[in-house]
């Protein structure tokens, strides 16, 4: 039997991303991952205990994870390692590129924009904007720091879809709204501040300390735990 007919058939895309709790999809870009590095190393195929030996996840979590899309395991075979990346790379929107801009070019701006990876995945850095004047005219992987006053018109011209905000928290809120109103569809938030926008723009928001509080809390319940 082709794996390929049996899955599509299936219907990838025959539940729609709303049901789907948010813990199947924050697990999805692991999965991708995983799924890329077997990819590199050329393997064709894998079971779903080998792949959930390999992520440290229970079979059954990743057979209910990829059930949610319409399965793509077949019962004997186990998954195609290449069709089920580019089927996660379509649930995720990743058979797309995304233009992006950076609003901000210090540390982290600057960082971002230095980071070939994004680009990869289908993120590019077009161009980088930001208040300061001393900035402007320099690159960073060719990457041109603009004059902030040039966004607006930058975004609608360029059909920019994304922008990394990585400005001070007390310009994130004011610089957000007018993202929104330029037509910007997603934005990438490193300021520590939680933006509230219309439906219709998403963010995600990064906060790099909860991750350092996350593992500060492991250590401390470690430490405990040899205690006792
Ligand atoms: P930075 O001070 O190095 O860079 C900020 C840049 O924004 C500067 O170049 C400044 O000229 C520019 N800027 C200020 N107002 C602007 C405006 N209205 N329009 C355009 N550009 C403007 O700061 P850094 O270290 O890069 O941090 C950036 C943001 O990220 C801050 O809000 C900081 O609190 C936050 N941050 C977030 C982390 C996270 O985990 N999400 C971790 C560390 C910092």
């Known amino acids: 039997m082709d794996i390929k007919n049996t899955v599509t058939k299936k219907g990838a895309f025959s539940v729609s991303d709303k049901d789907i709790s948010s813990a199947v999809i924050n697990r999805l870009p692991r999965y991708y991952r995983y799924l890329g590095d077997l990819l590199d190393n050329d393997v064709v ?10 992520m440290h996840v229970t079979a059954s979590q990743i057979r209910q994870d990829l059930n949610n899309f319409g399965g793509f395991g077949q019962q004997g075979y186990g998954y195609n390692v290449e069709y ?17 801009v950076i609003v901000g070019a210090g540390n982290i ?14 993120f590019k850095v077009k161009r980088i904007f930001d208040i300061n004047p001393t900035l402007f005219g320099q690159t960073i992987r060719g990457i041109l720091i603009d ?8 975004i609608k011209d360029n059909n920019i879809t ?11 809120v004011t610089m957000a709204n007018n993202l929104v109103k330029w037509g910007i569809k ?32 492991n250590i401390r319940e470690m430490e405990e735990d040899k205690d006792v």
């Open 109 to 122: 701006g600057q960082a971002i924009a230095g980071y070939t990876d994004f680009e990869k995945r289908g």
């Open 162 to 172: 994304i922008a990394a905000l990585t400005l001070p928290k007390n310009q994130a």
């Open 45 to 54: 195929r894998i079971s779903s205990k080998e792949l959930s030996e390999k």
């Open 186 to 217: 997603g934005i990438w938030n490193f300021a520590p501040i939680d933006l509230r926008l219309p439906s219709n723009v998403k963010v995600e928001t990064v906060h790099l300390s909860d991750s350092l509080m996350r593992l500060s809390y």
């Open 84 to 100: 089920l990346y580019n089927e996660i790379a379509k649930i995720l929107g990743l058979d797309r590129k995304y233009d992006m």
């Open 147 to 154: 004059d902030v006053a040039n966004l607006e018109d930058y």
